[in-house]
Nanobody
Framework: VQLVESGGGLVQAGGSLRLSCVASGSIPSVNTMGWYRQAPGKQRELVATITTVGSTNYADSVKGRFTVSRDSAKSTMYLQMNSLKSEDTAVYYC??????????WGQGTQVTVSA
């Protein structure tokens, strides 16, 4: 499985961005996909996850501002980010956790929110 993120960039505080993560290869039918982020000098942290049946989970820091979704037909996961804050600045990674087997990670996409 290969994962490729896109959609990062520079945005002003209060603005919006939508990230995409396209999966390719032998994608397990049962899996959880997720968005994680890592700011400079900090550990990678969970942002949001979504299962193949659409169950979602969010970090408290993004609840009400971010929405995770997926289009199984396109093997794509999205992260709609609204009301962005400077503390959202980080490299955002997507991952795919199968029911069995290794977790796969994308290469990351930079999101920078200017104050």
């Amino acid at each position: 499985v290969q994962l490729v993120e896109s959609g990062g960039g520079l945005v002003q505080a209060g603005g919006s961005l939508r990230l995409s993560c396209v999966a390719s290869g032998s994608i397990p039918s049962v899996n959880t996909m997720g968005w994680y982020r890592q700011a400079p000098g900090k550990q990678r942290e969970l942002v949001a996850t979504i299962t193949t049946v659409g169950s979602t989970n969010y970090a408290d820091s993004v609840k009400g501002r971010f929405t995770v979704s997926r289009d199984s037909a396109k093997s794509t996961m999205y992260l709609q980010m609204n009301s962005l804050k400077s503390e959202d600045t980080a490299v955002y990674y997507c991952n795919l956790r199968p029911q069995w087997g290794a977790v796969r990670w994308g290469q990351g996409t930079q999101v920078t929110v200017s104050a």
